[in-house]
């Protein structure tokens, strides 16, 4: 294996501790035993392209996530270099800023409403949340049981597994980073 053995223990650990995992439950859940997962995770055991089968069928991720680089210190991202995905007629923008990530349970996006654009959101799964925060104009957001008014510089926090809407109810466009924790 082209890999080093202490960066794929790194990330077996990363990923067992995101969990909450002990090394015991880790080997319930993967079939590989709890002396050769702490080997693995310290650098002292290079695992087979079997194990590391294993061991991402076990944390239910893709077998890539074990074996690639680990993220960059820093990683720059702007709506212009991303696939864009319009809805309501083009009154919306959605930018994908960065892709879902299987360890952190997170992606984001950069969005811009146009002035009056309404997009309703279906209930997310449960313990969804959402982080939306306003750069540029005046958002309102409809929960079931509450709607807030979110301005520019202020930013919004809430459990997405309900259906809510995102209404721009300024004369300009609305942008905002929308952050979303699985």
């Not at 991303?82 to 892709?99: D, K, S, W």
């Not at 049981?145 to 300009?172: K, L």
């Amino acid at each position: 294996m082209s890999k080093k053995p202490d960066f794929i223990g790194t990330r077996v650990r990363q990923i067992r501790r995101s969990k909450g995992w002990t090394l015991d439950t880790a080997f319930r859940q993967c079939g590989v035993s709890a002396v050769m997962l702490g080997k693995i995770e310290r650098g002292e055991a290079s695992p087979t392209i079997q194990t590391l089968w294993k061991l991402a069928t076990g944390f239910r991720v893709p077998l890539t996530t074990l074996i690639e680089p680990e993220p960059r210190a820093i990683e720059l991202a702007t709506p212009d270099q991303t696939n864009a995905i319009e809805e309501e007629a083009g009154a919306m923008m959605a930018c994908p800023l960065f892709a879902y990530d299987p360890i952190q349970n997170y992606e984001m996006f950069w969005i811009r409403f146009a002035p009056g654009c309404r997009h309703a959101s279906s209930a997310h799964d449960q313990g969804v949340v959402e982080l939306v925060s306003v750069i540029a104009g005046t958002l309102q957001i409809e929960l079931p049981e509450r709607t807030v008014i979110v301005h520019p510089g202020e930013a919004a926090r809430f459990s997405a597994d309900v259906e809510h809407t995102y209404e721009n109810i300024g004369d300009t466009d609305c942008e905002v980073y929308d952050q979303i924790f699985y």
